[in-house]
């Protein structure tokens, strides 16, 4: 066990230096190439058509599909499909985004040719700016050489996770570029775990009568009566104004249980100050929070006021918990 522990710290060491050295990179040359090469992607109607072979290809892959995800209209030609038919996917006015370690890829003459012939603008990743993918690219960015994280190195390990990390870099940068909104991302991603947490809290909140409040001076036999009819195992209480100023839940209850409980008002048993959130926050920021604050309801709030109240059971059927 000990030795494939070694294994994994050699390998992850490995492959942490060929991150380090293209963040360094980017004091260089390749700082200037990545921003040519993003305001190439960024022009009005660009595709961006990501190509690469064996694992580039697979890395290039990942590349497409997180452009398209994040705002970047891109998909994933195969160099082997592109002589027979494919090249008629890639239009004049596209980028393409080839990735060759080696820059020398034979499967990639039939997108060469076709970048020559038509004019067409390429952002080439790879570790040889003078190689073949090199002369022909409108903008290079040359990856520094490092040490595959495979002892004989052969595997490409260290060479893809820095593509894919400038894969994600180019992302993110026209995603930051584009003004790409968490609402945006929903319309993408509208299923599953991920589609759940970028719901909002007004969309599964419990509002109008459903809320468990109590004004300031209510004893606690009445109080008692609205936390249990409501379900949400607490209530809160409201000021004159209608703000919120305090919350009374089962842990208050059991902290101040006593023969004369029942004889207290509200403010004498509450926690002052309680944990809010807004309608527009989104359900995963909202799971994160009750985990942190070990609590199981949160109210929302508008100018201090509540409008809802949210509850962990409403989250599991959403799917984010």
Same mark, same amino acid.
């Given at each position: 066990?000990?030795?494939?522990?070694?294994?994994?710290?050699?390998?992850?060491?490995? &492959?942490?230096?060929?991150?380090?050295?293209?963040?360094?990179?980017?004091?260089?040359?390749?700082?200037?190439?990545?921003?040519?090469?993003?305001? %190439?992607?960024?022009?009005?109607?660009?595709? /961006?058509?990501?190509?690469?072979?064996?694992?580039? *290809?697979?890395?290039?892959?990942?590349?497409?599909?997180?452009?398209?995800?994040?705002?970047?209209?891109?998909?994933?030609?195969?160099?082997? #499909?592109?002589?027979?038919?494919?090249?008629?996917?890639?239009?004049?006015?596209?980028?393409?985004?080839?990735?060759?370690?080696? *820059?020398?890829?034979?499967? %990639?003459?039939?997108?060469?040719?076709?970048? !020559?012939?038509?004019? $067409?603008?390429? /952002?080439?990743?790879?570790?040889?700016? !003078?190689?073949?993918?090199?002369?022909?690219?409108? /903008?290079?960015?040359?990856?520094?050489?490092? #040490?595959?994280?495979?002892?004989?190195?052969?595997?490409?390990?260290?060479?893809?996770?820095?593509? +894919?990390?400038?894969? !994600?870099?180019?992302?993110?940068?026209?995603?930051?570029?584009?003004?790409?909104?968490?609402?945006?991302?929903?319309?993408?991603?509208?299923?599953?775990?991920?589609?759940?947490?970028?719901?909002?809290?007004?969309?599964?909140?419990?509002?109008?009568?459903?809320?468990? +409040? $109590?004004? %300031? *001076?209510?004893?606690?036999?009445?109080?008692?009566?609205?936390?249990?009819?409501?379900?949400?195992?607490?209530?809160?209480?409201?000021?004159?104004? *209608?703000?919120?100023?305090?919350?009374?839940?089962?842990?208050?209850?059991?902290?101040?249980?006593?023969? !004369? +409980? %029942?004889?207290?008002?509200?403010?004498?048993?509450?926690?002052?100050?309680?944990?809010?959130? =807004?309608? &527009?926050?989104? +359900?995963? =920021?909202?799971?994160?929070?009750?985990?942190?604050?070990?609590?199981?309801?949160?109210?929302?709030? &508008?100018?201090?006021?509540?409008?809802?109240?949210?509850?962990?059971?409403?989250?599991?059927?959403?799917?984010?918990?």
């Amino acid at each position: 066990m000990t030795d494939h522990l070694e294994s994994a710290r050699r390998t992850l060491a490995s &492959e942490i230096l060929g991150l380090e050295a293209l963040a360094g990179a980017f004091d260089g040359p390749l700082g200037e190439a990545f921003s040519r090469a993003v305001e %190439l992607m960024f022009e009005p109607s660009v595709r /961006v058509i990501v190509t690469g072979m064996g694992k580039s *290809g697979h890395i290039g892959r990942k590349i497409a599909a997180t452009m398209a995800s994040t705002g970047t209209p891109a998909y994933f030609v195969h160099p082997g #499909e592109a002589g027979h038919g494919d090249l008629g996917m890639i239009a004049p006015c596209d980028v393409i985004l080839a990735l060759s370690w080696s *820059g020398e890829t034979s499967e %990639l003459a039939s997108i060469l040719a076709y970048v !020559d012939r038509f004019d $067409v603008r390429m /952002v080439a990743v790879t570790s040889n700016a !003078d190689s073949g993918l090199g002369r022909a690219a409108t /903008v290079v960015l040359e990856l520094p050489k490092v #040490e595959e994280a495979c002892p004989h190195g052969l595997a490409p390990t260290s060479s893809t996770t820095m593509q +894919l990390a400038i894969g !994600d870099a180019l992302a993110v940068a026209l995603l930051e570029g584009h003004g790409f909104s968490a609402d945006d991302f929903r319309i993408f991603h509208p299923g599953g775990k991920l589609g759940a947490s970028l719901k909002r809290v007004r969309d599964v909140m419990h509002d109008g009568e459903a809320i468990p +409040l $109590v004004p %300031l *001076g209510t004893p606690m036999t009445e109080a008692i009566i609205a936390m249990t009819g409501k379900g949400f195992g607490c209530v809160g209480v409201t000021d004159e104004e *209608g703000r919120l100023i305090g919350i009374v839940t089962d842990g208050d209850l059991r902290r101040h249980i006593s023969s !004369d +409980l %029942l004889a207290h008002r509200v403010e004498e048993v509450m926690t002052r100050g309680p944990k809010t959130i =807004r309608p &527009e926050t989104l +359900l995963g =920021r909202v799971i994160s929070t009750l985990n942190v604050a070990s609590i199981t309801a949160l109210f929302v709030v &508008e100018n201090q006021k509540p409008v809802g109240i949210v509850h962990v059971h409403d989250l599991l059927r959403a799917g984010v918990a």
